[in-house]
């Protein structure tokens, strides 16, 4: 499975042509070729989990609007259309001309797919995985966000059919957060800080 983003002003709806593979989640069979757009309707995903017959990603809005979707195949997620976010030039040409919104504010309404989470304002929000239990016996089915822009990762229990987040606790690092990864032989989590260039390292004290 490989995501990618859509392509900007020039053409901003190609995330929703299916002619085109911007904007969308791909299945590669390495074995075959020709990709499969397995779901469509993307702004920019940033991390994906796949695991456990389930699919997650964490996807950039544009001003606002980070999201956390549950990847259904065949599914459409709703940009350029439907998004919680609003276009950067919100402020000056909405706020100012009281103009009606961009993008329509309910996604279900509109036969689209809603995100389990939206962030408002956005986190620049990156890479999503799986913590396993023995990291921690208080964290339980537990799953964590890392974030770019609110420099922050974000420790987060879905209910048990991964439609809504029961809770999430925000855990500030202080530096842009590019990716994550768990080690289970070290039972340590690795992130990929942006502004140094290193690498951090959580890990439960004994």
């Known amino acids: 499975m490989v995501t990618t983003g859509s392509y900007g002003e020039e053409n901003p709806f190609l995330p929703q042509d299916d002619k085109s593979y911007y904007g969308k989640i791909i299945f590669l069979n390495l074995q075959n070729p020709i990709p499969k757009i397995f779901s469509k309707g993307h702004r920019n995903p940033q991390g994906l989990f796949v695991g456990r017959d389930l699919i997650l990603s964490t996807e950039h809005g544009d001003y606002g609007g980070d999201e956390i979707n549950k990847i259904i195949y065949n599914n459409n997620y709703g940009y350029p259309i439907s998004s919680y976010g609003e276009n950067y030039d919100f402020k000056d040409k909405i706020l100012k001309k009281q103009e009606t919104f961009k993008f329509l504010k309910n996604h279900e309404t509109n036969n689209f797919k809603e995100p389990i989470f939206s962030f408002v304002p956005s986190i620049g929000i990156s890479e999503i995985i799986e913590i396993p239990d023995t990291f921690s016996m208080y964290w339980k089915n537990n799953f964590m966000v890392s974030s770019l822009n609110a420099r922050s990762l974000y420790r987060v ?7 809504k987040i029961l809770y999430y606790e925000k855990i500030f690092v202080g530096e842009r957060i590019r990716d994550l990864i768990f080690d289970e032989v070290s039972n ?19």
């Open 157 to 163: 229990q879905f209910d048990s059919n991964f439609e």
């Open 188 to 206: 340590k989590l690795y992130l990929a800080l942006e502004d140094s260039g290193s690498l951090g390292i959580i890990s439960i004290k004994n």
